[in-house]
Every structure is written in C-alpha cells, then in structure tokens.
C-alpha cells in the first residue's frame, strides 16, 4: 500500500512540472537553408597517360618473349626520361588465342596465333609529356588507352573553391531575407562537398613520331558546393 502510494505521488509531481518545463522550453530559432556554388580553375601539372605495347606471333611464347623485350625497352625509355618507378604501374595484361574467321566471318575454333599486351599507366609532369608520348612510341610502345589530366595538390584551389561557394551562399539568402522581409541571423551549421573535373581526353592508337608530341592541356576546374544555415529574424 505505501509502495502504491509513493508511486502515485511521484506521477502527480512529474505532471503537475510539466506544463512547468513545456513554458520554460527555449523555441528552436526559425532558419533558413540555402545552397552556393563556388569553382577556381587552373592548368594541370600532371598527366596519367596509358601506354604498353601489343604482339602477336603464332606461339604463345614467342608473341611473351616479344612483347617483354618492348616492354623493357618501354621502361628504360621512362627511366631515360628521369621518371619514378613509383610513377608507373602496370594497368593490365592479357595473353589471348587469335581465331581463324570462318566462311561467314566469325572466329573459328581454329587457332592461328597469340595475342599479348602489356599496359601500364604512368603519371608523368606536364613539361615532360610531349617528350614522354614520344620516347614511347620510340622505344615500341604501340598502344595509348587514354589520358586524363590532373593537379597534384589541389587543395589551395579547393579552399578557393570553398569560398567562392560560401559567398554564393551568402548572397542568395540576402535575396531571399530582402524578398522575405526578414533579416540574417548566425550561421546554424555548413555542409560541402567538392570535386575535381578534368576535361576528357578520347583514347585513340599510338603513332610513330619525330618530334616531342604538342599536348592541349586545358585547365582543371575544381568544384565546391556548400549547404547553409542561417538563423532569421
């Protein structure tokens, strides 16, 4: 019974607070959240380049022996040009039958030699990659998947990026506060996200060439979009 009674008396306190706590809540502030959009370009300084050679001979072994000379000769070349093993990995590598068509023009089951290639990927300085497209060619190599184009420490033209995009921010809640008729408070919390955008570059077949190789970079652009809060009164 005394038990019952102090579980009772201990429900009518907590009710009788609260409506007591509920006046004495502090409201959430009104807010408004809007988006900017901030961007800083540059020119890259870098170029990943995939490069490697391909061969064929009627025996696997030989099409291997062939195409391990002209890769060797494909790495000296890179070395010559003072870039660092670490700068060079290998992308892939594929040993396939070549099929003899049939009268229809589809590959048979008969086999008439083997196929290797050997690519890797290189990250080589923007000064060096006319020179660098060339003295692989040279060497043997007779392939080039692709290239794309890159900043090696994009950070400072992120921070850029991120204040042009609070900026932007800025600006489009002023236009709504002014539109609204009410004014900016403090900032109630950010949120961004970034990103690097190179511009594409179409992979096409390696040609022997005389001279270093002339290479439109273009610039880089990196992006930043931001997320804020604002307090309104």
Same mark, same amino acid.
């Given at each position: 019974?005394?038990?019952?009674?102090?579980?009772?008396?201990?429900?009518?306190?907590?009710?009788?607070?609260?409506?007591?706590?509920?006046?004495?809540?502090?409201? +959430?502030?009104?807010?408004? !959240?809007?988006?900017?959009? %901030?961007? $800083?370009? /540059? *020119?890259?300084?870098? #170029?990943?380049? &995939? +490069?490697?050679?391909?061969? !064929?001979?009627?025996?696997? %072994?030989? $099409?291997? /022996? *062939?195409?391990?000379? #002209?890769?060797? &000769?494909?790495?000296?070349?890179?070395?010559?040009?003072?870039?660092?093993?670490?700068?060079?990995?290998t992308a892939d590598f594929s040993v396939n039958p070549q099929n003899a068509p049939d009268r229809n023009g589809n590959a048979s089951q008969q086999i008439t030699g083997y196929q290797v290639s050997n690519q890797v990927v290189v990250t080589v300085e923007m000064a060096k990659l006319g020179a660098a497209l060339d003295a692989l060619v040279a060497s043997g190599a007779n392939n080039l998947g692709g290239m794309t184009f890159?900043?090696?420490?994009?950070?400072?033209?992120?921070?850029?990026?991120?204040?042009?995009?609070?900026?932007?921010?800025?600006?489009?809640?002023?236009?709504?506060?002014?539109?609204?008729?009410?004014?900016?408070?403090?900032?109630?919390?950010?949120?961004?996200?970034?990103?690097?955008?190179?511009?594409?570059?179409?992979?096409?077949?390696?040609?022997?060439?005389?001279?270093?190789?002339?290479?439109?970079?273009?610039?880089?652009?990196?992006?930043?979009?931001?997320?804020?809060?604002?307090?309104?009164?």
């Amino acid at each position: 019974m005394r038990f019952s009674r102090l579980i009772s008396g201990i429900l009518a306190v907590m009710a009788a607070a609260a409506p007591a706590l509920a006046q004495g809540a502090v409201p +959430a502030p009104r807010s408004i !959240t809007v988006s900017g959009e %901030g961007e $800083a370009k /540059a *020119a890259p300084d870098q #170029a990943q380049l &995939q +490069a490697g050679v391909v061969t !064929t001979a009627r025996k696997a %072994g030989d $099409a291997l /022996a *062939a195409n391990t000379k #002209a890769m060797n &000769q494909v790495f000296a070349a890179l070395k010559r040009l003072g870039i660092p093993d670490k700068a060079i990995q290998t992308a892939d590598f594929s040993v396939n039958p070549q099929n003899a068509p049939d009268r229809n023009g589809n590959a048979s089951q008969q086999i008439t030699g083997y196929q290797v290639s050997n690519q890797v990927v290189v990250t080589v300085e923007m000064a060096k990659l006319g020179a660098a497209l060339d003295a692989l060619v040279a060497s043997g190599a007779n392939n080039l998947g692709g290239m794309t184009f890159s900043i090696h420490d994009p950070k400072p033209l992120l921070a850029q990026a991120r204040a042009a995009a609070m900026k932007d921010a800025g600006q489009r809640a002023e236009t709504y506060a002014a539109a609204g008729g009410f004014k900016l408070g403090p900032i109630l919390a950010v949120t961004e996200s970034g990103s690097e955008t190179p511009p594409p570059f179409a992979p096409r077949p390696m040609m022997r060439m005389a001279a270093a190789v002339p290479v439109a970079s273009g610039e880089n652009t990196i992006g930043a979009t931001v997320t804020v809060t604002y307090e309104i009164r």
